[in-house]
């Protein structure tokens, strides 16, 4: 299994406060992503970054915020949480795309956030 | 993106091959083909990835029509534990391409003893 894991991995919390979950990965890859997973949505691209400090917007980014200030480490915050990003979360790695190994990306076990 | 078309569901007896075909009939000539498999309650897991040449490793084959229209990933011998479901995606090979990797509803696979 690729190095990655994701804190907390269970959260209940209240519509209006903010909320963070952390990837951590132990693979040193230059990629990171943020993914939400609901029913009849599929996977959905929240952000991803291609660096330290490199960031940028995914499909369904609204409400959401990012920072990554070490390789390793992968920060999501919703600003003010609402029921509508209760969800599955789901982190993901990959290495630089420029080899012929493509772009393949290792996911994490996932965050479950319940809004309330 | 290039779309995939699978099939919503297929059942396989254990100890059996599962073959699960996917099309992909817009595919690029810089994408390749990726297999995931999503056991339910746990995260994507990747299974293989292919351009143009059959693919073998120790979780799967992957076979590539010539044309490259279509594939089909290939459990030798299905176990319960391959119970899941599997999305074939198309992605182009550039990197950061995180936009690009697009997951479909996939086909859940069950694996009957």
């Known amino acids: 299994d690729a190095g990655i894991t994701q804190s907390p991995r269970h959260k209940v919390t209240e519509t209006g406060t903010p909320v963070t979950l952390r990837c951590h990965q132990t693979e040193n890859h230059r990629y990171m992503y943020w993914y939400r997973q609901d029913p009849g949505h599929g996977l959905r691209l929240i952000h991803y970054s291609y660096g330290v400090k490199d960031t940028d917007k995914g499909e369904v980014s609204d409400g959401y915020s990012v920072s990554r200030s070490k390789t390793e480490d992968f920060l999501l915050t919703l600003e003010s949480a609402t029921s509508s990003q209760t969800s599955v979360y789901f982190c993901?790695?990959?290495?630089?795309?420029?080899?012929?190994?493509?772009?393949?990306?290792?996911f994490g076990e996932g965050s479950w956030l319940t809004v309330v | 993106d290039a779309k995939t078309t699978q099939p919503p569901s297929m059942d396989c007896a254990e100890g059996r091959a599962a073959n699960l075909p996917c099309n992909h009939s817009t595919i690029s000539g810089n994408e390749y083909v990726y297999w995931y498999r999503q056991i339910h309650s746990q995260g994507p897991q990747y299974i293989i990835h292919g351009l143009k040449n059959n693919e073998t490793n120790e979780m799967a084959s992957l076979i590539i029509t010539e044309d490259r229209k279509s594939s089909t990933l290939i459990l030798p011998h299905a176990t319960l534990r391959d119970t899941a479901v599997y999305y074939c995606?198309?992605?182009?090979?550039?990197?950061?391409?995180?936009?690009?990797?697009?997951f479909g509803s996939g086909t859940q696979l069950t694996v009957l003893p």
């Open positions: 993901a790695i990959s290495a630089s795309g420029t080899t012929t190994s493509g772009n393949t990306i290792y």
């Open positions: 995606i198309v992605s182009p090979l550039s990197s950061g391409s995180a936009r690009q990797l697009t």
